[in-house]
């Protein structure tokens, strides 16, 4: 059933609707830990190539991509005009290492007002659960960040093991978005089907996180494990928190997107009188 009064999927958005979020957010996440911690020029370029992937595959789904300019004429009431006015920042703050212009922190400030605009675009859509709910907001840039430091962690085992701070930026992350997802998930109360497939993708959600969570915490020992042991689990916990996320963002857009529906709370009957 795609129209009734029950609860319906929605059609608009699909896998490519939810490749820029997922490309988008981590994209994003990984330019703020390289401006935030440091990182070679090519890791933020990494960054900026995923937020690209992610901008490219929305422009694939538009049925006339040559109207995508049409996206920049709404500034003043659509934040995907604003997540398009910001991108250009993005990539810009992602270059400037490569071009020897060094930002220092400042560096992180587009690619979180990139993550802000992606959370508030899920936010606008006011027919469908389990993205109008205001937590989904901080949810998506805690996301994203765990995902942008799983992704540093990752690339920066082939040079070595990161130092303390990083590692503690990331497990702040890790925590942010572990809080959310359950008071975020229990204002869904009212969206039964979401929930089916948002628990589903919740359980690896979870565990994405928690193991992670666990890494940061063994590698801020003292003493640190061994060179080799402490690479291997700077590894998994990177490329752990940043899978888990992406399958909560594509589970989130294309199979928890139902529509609250409409009801007919009281029917009306012919003769006879209403209750007050």
């Not at 370029?45 to 992610?54: D, E, P, R």
């Not at 969206?191 to 915490?217: E, N």
Request: with cysteine; charged share 10%.
């Amino acid at each position: 059933m795609t129209y009734g009064p029950n609860p319906w999927h929605q059609t608009n958005w699909d896998w490519r609707a939810a490749a820029n979020f997922m490309g988008g957010g981590a994209g994003a996440g990984l330019i703020a830990f390289a401006a935030l911690f440091g990182a070679p020029a090519w890791v933020s370029l990494a960054g900026a190539a995923l937020v690209g992937l992610g901008l490219l595959a929305v422009w694939f789904e538009i049925g006339r991509p040559l109207r995508a300019i049409n996206v920049l004429k709404n500034p003043n009431t659509s934040w995907m005009t604003r997540e398009a006015m910001v991108a250009p920042f993005v990539f810009a703050a992602a270059a400037a290492p490569w071009f020897g212009v060094p930002l220092g922190a400042a560096g992180a400030v587009p690619a979180l007002a990139y993550l802000y605009c992606q959370g508030r675009i899920l936010n606008a859509a006011r027919g469908i659960p389990a993205w109008r709910e205001p937590l989904v907001v901080p949810l998506v840039i805690a996301t994203g960040l765990a995902e942008g430091g799983g992704l540093w962690l990752l690339f920066g085992a082939s040079a070595g093991a990161a130092p303390l701070a990083p590692w503690l930026g990331f497990a702040l992350a890790l925590i942010a978005r572990l809080a959310l997802w359950p008071a975020w998930r229990r204002r869904l109360a009212s969206a039964p089907r979401a929930l089916v497939a948002i628990d589903a993708a919740g359980r690896w959600f979870k565990a994405a996180t928690l193991l992670p969570l666990a890494a940061a915490l063994v590698a801020a020992m003292a003493p640190p494990p061994s060179g080799a042991a402490l690479l291997a689990l700077q590894g998994a916990a990177g490329a752990l928190a940043f899978a888990g996320g992406l399958w909560f963002k594509f589970t989130l857009v294309t199979r928890g997107a139902y529509n609250q529906g409409f009801a007919i709370v009281h029917l009306p009957v012919r003769g006879v009188r209403r209750s007050r």
